[in-house]
Nanobody, 124 residues
């Protein structure tokens, strides 16, 4: 059974940093485009960032450009989302997702496998 297992998240003060991790269980992520998404109650799931398979090209939402960095370590089968300069508006449940394709997308409808979600709270 293919699963994505997330770790990281938690409570951080504004301006702080967190790193989220997403690992494949039962499969390797090398050939998969990976996306990070976030959702708050009452709003649509938002594509934060994604990283393509093979060439590792990345894409970011304007709201996180310059603050968030997505990366992948294929040797470890893990994708990371480094979040710096966090703002209260970044608070949400964050999900990673995978799809067996080359080029990534920030449209959540294109993804097949989803992590369990992790809460990020930004508050003083």
């Amino acid at each position: 059974q293919l699963q994505l297992v997330q770790s990281g998240g938690g409570l951080v003060q504004p301006g702080g940093s967190l790193r989220l991790s997403c690992a494949g269980s039962g499969f390797r992520l090398d050939d998969y485009a990976i996306g990070w998404f976030r959702q708050v109650p009452g709003k649509e799931r938002e594509g934060v960032s994604c990283i393509s398979a093979v060439d590792g090209s990345t894409n970011y939402a304007d709201s996180v450009k310059g603050r968030f960095t997505i990366s992948r370590d294929n040797a470890k089968g893990t994708v990371y989302l480094q979040m710096n300069s966090l703002k209260p508006d970044d608070a949400a449940v964050y999900y990673c997702a995978a799809v067996l394709t080359f080029r990534c997308s920030r449209r959540y409808t294109e993804y097949m496998y989803w992590g369990q979600g992790t809460q990020v709270t930004v508050s003083s």
